[in-house]
């Protein structure tokens, strides 16, 4: 009997972005293997419903590391024989604690995955490990004999710049025993195989892309008087909200005749900052509406409710192919977005517009004034994106079809 056991963040049990990637991964692997047990660490929200009658939703690793679990995987001579081959990487006293909280749980989830192993009986032979990153439990996994494993990785989980701090140590150690890692976009594919030249050829570029519209976003207003923007983003200093709202502000001063929207969908640190920022020297022609946080059916609901001309994003980084992006190429709507990442192996003028990881106002003004005349040719193209590559439900399928191949 082939079985895949699938290590998440939270999923089914809510989430910020495991629910538009893994959900739509669930039923292809329970269509591929005899048995899928899902394993989240964390605990976000309600159980997903509807999942495929051979998925079983395993809840051993919710429970966080105490006290005693710590004092126990500080006492593990690995976890120092890791550290030491990390000391020339560790430049500060908040990297030191993420290279040590990293190897505690790394080591403390070892002995639970052990444990789920045992529960459930798991033939190691026919038995495919998959974690959806490239953290602590694909590294705990490599330290299991016989476990046959896989992950992905999509940004924080690759970049160094992302991340306090990412141990170069268990990486190689778990590329050394993994059978293959996906990173979502080919900069990222690039990345590591840079960074981990022995490995790179297990190292490969696996796609997610978004599932179907619900329907086609409303046509545009004959003439431009009117124009919508939207943004999706946590409202963090890496995905650079803020500085959208700046740019997006100094563009509708520039055209005082035109009536524009933006309209902002997340949430985050810096989301008092923004709303201050939202009602200061906010030119007359702009308004501005901040949805907060919303479920992926919210987001669904503007793109397909109500017309959008533009998604606006401006990330300084971005591991994979960003689900938002993904999602307005599969309503027709243009993108405007920083060139970072994997963003530009979906976004060029074609459908939307590249900016510079760090764009000023006098950029995005010169984008979108550039766009605008372009935005029905766009929208058709964007569409066809859409359905060529991003399609997650064909990326989806090929992929269970080939990690299925992994064990007999």
Known sequence: ????????????????????????????????????????????????GGLPANVTVDTSLTRRPGAVDKAAALARPSLYRHLACDYAYIHTVAQLR??????????????????LISKYGLDLRTTLFY??????????????????FITRAHGHDIYDSESPFLSHSWREHTLSRALACYPASDSGTAYIRA??????GKVATRHLGSVAPDG????????????????????????????????????????????????HVGDGSEMECLRRQAAEDVPANLDVELCGALPNSGVRAILGGRHVDFVVMMSRSEGGRPIALCEALSY??????????????????EVGALLSPAPVPEEFVSA???????RQAMRAAALERWRRDLDAEPLRRAFAREIRGLVP
């Not at 027709?332 to 003028?349: F, K, Q, T």
């Open 368 to 374: 979108a004034d550039a766009a605008m005349p372009r």
């Open 216 to 263: 086609v976003n409303p046509p545009a207003l004959p003439d431009d008087s009117d124009v919508t923007l939207l943004s999706v983003a946590r409202v963090e200093p890496e995905k650079g909200v803020l500085r959208q709202l700046g740019c997006v502000k100094h563009w509708a001063r520039l055209h005082p005749q035109r009536r524009v929207r933006w309209i």
């Open 1 to 48: 009997m082939a079985v895949v056991v699938l290590f998440t963040e939270s999923y089914p049990f809510g989430g910020y972005t495991e629910p538009n990637f893994v959900g739509p991964e669930i039923a292809a692997l329970a269509a591929e293997f005899d048995r899928v047990i899902i394993a989240p660490v964390l605990v976000r929200g309600p159980m997903a």
């Open 195 to 200: 960074d981990y030249p022995a490995h790179a």
């Open 98 to 115: 993420s290279a040590v909280a990293f190897s505690a749980y790394t080591v403390h989830y070892r002995t639970k995955i052990r444990r």
């Open 332 to 349: 027709g709507v243009p993108v405007i977005a920083s060139g970072v990442g994997g963003v530009p192996e979906i976004i060029d003028a």
């Open 131 to 148: 974690t959806f990153w490239f953290e602590y439990q694909a590294a705990a996994l490599a330290g299991i004999s016989g476990a046959r």
